[in-house]
């Protein structure tokens, strides 16, 4: 394991030689399915985010297993590969739906709130303030604010002697 290492919850393209790791919502999965197989298919790892990004702690412990399930189905689908890990949407998920799974929970270390602040230079200097070995950073592939922002966290951390990692290197 590098001495410095990140995780990211996703990004490719400019910032080469990075892989990170795609926590994906089954809704979307189904909608671009080209997409989850390019993601795999340039090295980077895919987990489960549920079917459609709801709270685990608000429903029946079968729709949630359904709910991650139907994702997993997915993305296995497209890929070959059932996702070993989940980021359960909003950071809750017990160990009873742990046990049935079989899928390990993964959290962050730092979320600079991309989807509420929608700012990239804010959400560049909020990382770079906190950054430090070992931490999880929670972006948010769908606002371009935040692709904007990984990119700029990529290259700064790098040239400061980081190196990014999927999580399945953590665990």
């Given at each position: 394991?590098?001495?410095?290492?990140?995780?990211?919850?996703?990004?490719?393209?400019?910032?080469?030689?990075?892989?990170?790791?795609?926590?994906?919502?089954?809704?979307?999965?189904?909608?671009?399915?080209?997409?989850?197989?390019?993601?795999?298919?340039?090295?980077?790892?895919?987990?489960n985010h549920t079917?459609?990004?709801?709270?685990?702690?608000?429903?029946?412990?079968?729709?949630?297993?359904?709910?991650?399930?139907?994702?997993?189905?997915?993305?296995?689908?497209?890929?070959?590969?059932?996702?070993?890990?989940?980021?359960?949407?909003?950071?809750?998920?017990?160990?009873?739906?742990?046990?049935?799974?079989?899928?390990?929970?993964?959290?962050?270390?730092?979320?600079?709130?991309?989807?509420?602040?929608?700012?990239?230079?804010?959400?560049?200097?909020?990382?770079?303030?906190?950054?430090?070995?070992?931490d999880i950073i929670?972006?948010?592939?769908?606002?371009?604010?935040?692709?904007?922002?990984?990119?700029?966290?990529?290259?700064?951390?790098?040239?400061?002697?980081?190196?990014?990692?999927?999580?399945?290197?953590?665990?």
């Amino acid at each position: 394991r590098p001495s410095k290492s990140f995780s990211v919850y996703f990004g490719w393209g400019p910032s080469s030689n990075v892989k990170a790791t795609f926590f994906i919502i089954g809704e979307n999965a189904a909608l671009y399915p080209d997409i989850v197989k390019k993601i795999s298919e340039d090295g980077h790892l895919i987990g489960n985010h549920t079917y459609s990004h709801v709270n685990l702690s608000c429903i029946s412990i079968d729709n949630a297993i359904l709910e991650i399930t139907k994702t997993n189905d997915l993305i296995k689908q497209y890929t070959g590969i059932t996702p070993k890990y989940i980021r359960p949407p909003y950071g809750l998920y017990s160990n009873s739906l742990k046990k049935e799974t079989n899928l390990t929970p993964i959290l962050w270390t730092i979320d600079p709130r991309d989807w509420s602040v929608l700012n990239t230079d804010s959400v560049v200097k909020h990382v770079l303030k906190r950054a430090k070995d070992g931490d999880i950073i929670l972006l948010h592939d769908i606002f371009d604010t935040s692709v904007e922002a990984a990119f700029k966290i990529i290259d700064e951390l790098k040239s400061k002697g980081y190196e990014f990692v999927t999580v399945d290197e953590f665990y």
